[in-house]
Structures are given as structure tokens and as C-alpha cells.
């Protein structure tokens, strides 16, 4: 089974920057795509930002030019670099793993990002 370990949340200022990583773990396919979701209390799972294996990126409007989803295909490790946080970006972040061939996804248990000041 894949496992997925999500790093790199905490309490940054608004203004400030914040970095996330997440690491799979277990026997995966050549093709799949990662992403990144997060969830405010009180509010519905919404999608941050998606990368292909191919590199192919996807944002919601509201991280759009802020936020940059990249991947390390060596290490099969995604990022998500956090510029300009707002006070709206307080969530927890998961880690998502589409294995495209048979439609599977795997989550991770979250890291908390806070933007207070």
C-alpha cells in the first residue's frame, strides 16, 4: 500500500512563506499524478494544485500566481512552495497520489499551515 508523509506546515506571518513536502512511500506505478488539497475548519476538501507525471500543472484561481506545485521524479517527492500567505490559506494541507491506471488515490493524514500574526 502507498503511504504519503506530508511535512513542512506551521505558523507563518502573513506575508511569509512556507514550503511542503510530501513523501510516498510503498511500491508505485510509473504514472501517476500528486496534488495538494486543503480544508479550513468549517469548509469543504478544495483542491490547491495538481502535477502530472509529466510535469502538466493544474491551481485553483485563489493560489494562482502565489503558490508553485513542483516535483522531484528521482525522489517521486512533490512540493508546494507557499508565497504571500494570507490568513484565507489557514488549512490543513493533504498530500494526494492518483495512480492514473486504475484510478486509485492515497492520502496523507495532513500538516497544519497557520497564517497569523
Known amino acids: 500500500q502507498v503511504q504519503l508523509v506530508e511535512s513542512g506546515g506551521g505558523l507563518v506571518q502573513p506575508g511569509g512563506s512556507l514550503r511542503l513536502s510530501c513523501v510516498p512511500s510503498?511500491?508505485?506505478?510509473?504514472?501517476?499524478?500528486m496534488g495538494w488539497y486543503r480544508q479550513a475548519p468549517g469548509k469543504q476538501r478544495e483542491l490547491v494544485a495538481t502535477i502530472t507525471s509529466g510535469g502538466r500543472r493544474n491551481y485553483a484561481d485563489s493560489v494562482k500566481d502565489r503558490f508553485t506545485i513542483s516535483r522531484d521524479n528521482a525522489k517521486n517527492t512533490v512540493y508546494l512552495q507557499m508565497n504571500s500567505l494570507k490568513s484565507d490559506d489557514t488549512a490543513v494541507y493533504y498530500c494526494?497520489?492518483?495512480?492514473?491506471?486504475?484510478?486509485?488515490?492515497?492520502w496523507g493524514k495532513g500538516t497544519l499551515v497557520t497564517v497569523s500574526s
Open positions: 494526494n497520489l492518483k495512480d492514473t491506471s486504475r484510478n486509485v488515490n492515497y
Open positions: 510503498g511500491r508505485l506505478y510509473s504514472i501517476y499524478t
